[in-house]
């Protein structure tokens, strides 16, 4: 595919109207070509209006319509996943072979809820049927479905540039409910941006679609953002990123004339405790498998374990030293972006400054954007103490804290923010303490995990990607797995309303098959 | 009951520390015995710290402990009915009777909620199996519960002062939750809300159960209500009033350095329109039932219909002479306070100023509080032009938009912002207008209702109230019905946890019979 670097909205490409920008090679800092397109102002309201005009018709498709639709956006990401892979590792530096699961990973997204909209669950049908002799007073008939909440703009991710960027995960749940979608491409990866946005406009020709279904912009600084989040088109937003720059679109959305619902996946640290039996049982194991898990995609995913707690005991020193010894070994490899380089070694510095100590680095860095991998220590004492020390450095860096007793870990639990997800490695003899834990971590994390280091994250109908804040804006929803369609759906009762009238999934006779609760049963 | 117009936090009484107040009658606009307490930020700390210390019990507690509670306080409520209708009668001017029937819907939704516990559907259970053996790599097992979300604020209503107030919906769907919660007592109700606070309390100590689950609050200007928004172990807040209230906390609770999720219900004036047909066929018929819905509690209702657009031709004479009639011989009666009252009586003069004709007048006041009825009219034309025409009169107004064509009403559709209800008359033959307007009113409504005036709120699963700002600001959630609850409900996902450390009902062999997906079927 030759890249044109055009912004793509709808079916249109659209010049450069503020400039233009080359990727970034992270493995080599060099530029690469061609030319990308930054628009401003006047392209997000060319979007947000075809936007709008689309909606009424896509939300409005039929099941079978609107999950073809989604397939063959599936069949045009697997047509091209080669082609993706191989220009989003030159713009991230990252493997290949590990992009190509992604694109893999992105159509599989797609196809998953393809079922998801099939089935026709998430439309929470209910039925509750008029009791026409109801004393004292009759009740009329009312049904109940979920429709999309409006057009909804996207804010990718950039350390998984395909699965949770322009034909990540927001947008295919986006997609599912109805909504008409405008992403903001991430600037470190516009020529996969690019692959990936021509894959689905493909599909909307294809399926006969108003144009307005999907658009991509990319501007420079904050401009494009700043102005899909105020554009009074736009009903929802999405966003993957820093605390920072989710917290500044999320506040600058809730200050609209018409707040709206922002969901912004942000930081979390993942705490790790070792429980005690566990530790003396498994503890060169178990830091082995910590600190290969926390490199990872250099560091840089949402779900790296960056801080592990464990008692100073049986066990300690083997795992301390198996980790030490494996990042140690770790070769430093190109991260993502010069922003994300140069704020791991500031956050790594900043860790010092307030008391961790270093206990390994790994081997030094070659090229101008490499993260050293590192380790660092402190007490448990002085962890209560900072409550910086808790806080994420995105990259391949790790906090391995000594707690003296189980009152200090649960203190030490007790002290973290919202999380994504917390682990524990156990034994059966560590039920008592996990116990103890277990209402501590609830109220802290979206996802606890036992006795796991790899666990990729499952696109299930049980996944939750979120958590109380920082972690998220909104503890309420999850931006994985199959109910983060829920995002975007919002409930309309229709009340005694004459059969022809209904939405067909809300006919009498129930046309569509579909699955409806009746009285709440 | 004697009231003693302390502050309940908890299982204490807490005397005044901010000054007192009295009750007004607003139908003799005279001070009622007692004083009652006024707090400030200690109080609220106070009742903050109980209810975050009670959480963790209370959030576990069993399915059938917690549907118990909640039948407890039904059948207290019950047990002070007729005290409870007597009092809040006289701090509202609003009819003993109506109030009893409040009485009992209130205790009725407590045991609705009860049996939405009982039947465990609200924790959304989710099981995805291990899959050991998925290609390329085994998946691990996933199960998914929604828990409370922390200890809720509520703001009750001034206009429902029993069933949306101190043991209203908000409560009551909170508590089912799992979730602790604190109420902000509505000063316009303080004899009021202390019996139903009482009843609650009672129950928090027939049922054993630690004090903090529920505590009552009541301050002087913003003051209460800000220092609970901002409080730290608030974790999410509900409010039932005006858009200009609903706005100062819902912005406020944004920018605290963890925004919370706030659901509030504002305002709505729920168009009604005559489609032609059903205008020739019945439009004496219609606007006599409008007008009497209109005037119901004193036009101090969000489903009042504020707004009716009828095409002018045959049947719009009858239409309007009948609501004339009836507006004119609807008699002037207390509105709830002086601040609302006052809010009519510019709100009126504003909708003149900007060209709506008076139509027709009730009878003239006679107390200092009493609301007099009025009708309205106004061109489509001008309707379009002023934007203001379309924003609530809270009281016993309404206003009759003649719009020259069919064209013309589907564009007053469009210029309204989002409402709880709109509401079509229509025969068999206006089908095919209904059907243009229907995508209209979904993108702007919770709730289309079909030739009916006198749709009382039903309490049921496939009830909306909600919709798109300002009517609420989260269109996603609805603040009465059994789906409420969903506004203090947030997933965890439990994975690779042994059987025996998960919680009960996500246990293999579903000790607890609960319904549960499993892959999501």
Redesign the interface.
Known sequence: MKLTGNLLIGASEVPASAGTMKALNPATNQLIEPDFALGGIAEVDMAANLADLA??HYS?TSLAERSAFLERIADNLDAVSRELAARTALETGLPEAQLLGEAAKAATQFRQFAG?VR?G?FLQL???PAQPDRQP?P??D???QK?A??PVAVFGASNFPISYSVAGGDTASALAAGATVIVKAHNAHPGSSEIQARAILQAVQDCGLPQGVFSVLRGGGNLIGEALVDHPLIKAVTFTGSEQGGMAL??RA??RP????VFTEMTSVNPTFILPHALAAHGAQIGDGFAERMLVNVGQACLKPAILIAVDGNGFDPLRTAMARRVAEAPARPMLTPGIHEAYLSGLEQLQSIGAKPVATGTAALGDLDGRSALLEVDGQRFLAQTALAHEVFGPAALLVRVKDEMQMIAVARSF??QLSATLHLE?TD?EL??RL??VL??R????????F???Q?V?????H?G???AT????F?SVG??SI??F??????????D??LPEALRELNPLGLPR?V??D
Chains 1, 2 share one sequence.
Not at 258 to 261: A, R
Not at 460 to 464: R, S, V
Request: aromatic content about 8%.
């Open positions: 909606f009424d409005h998801v089935k669950r209910a039925v509750d007073r009740r009329m009312h049904r109940l429709i909440i409006g999320y506040r809730q200050l018409d707040p709206i619902p923010r919202g059966e039920m996990a116990r277990l209402p609830e109220r994390t979206g996802r606890i995990v036992v006795n796991a790899a666990h990729p499952e299930t109908f049980a996944t939750t979120g109380p804040f920082p804006s909104d503890s309420r999850t199959m109910t829920e995002r759906l919002r409930p309309v009762t229709y009340q005694g309303f004459p022809a009238l609760s009285n709440g």
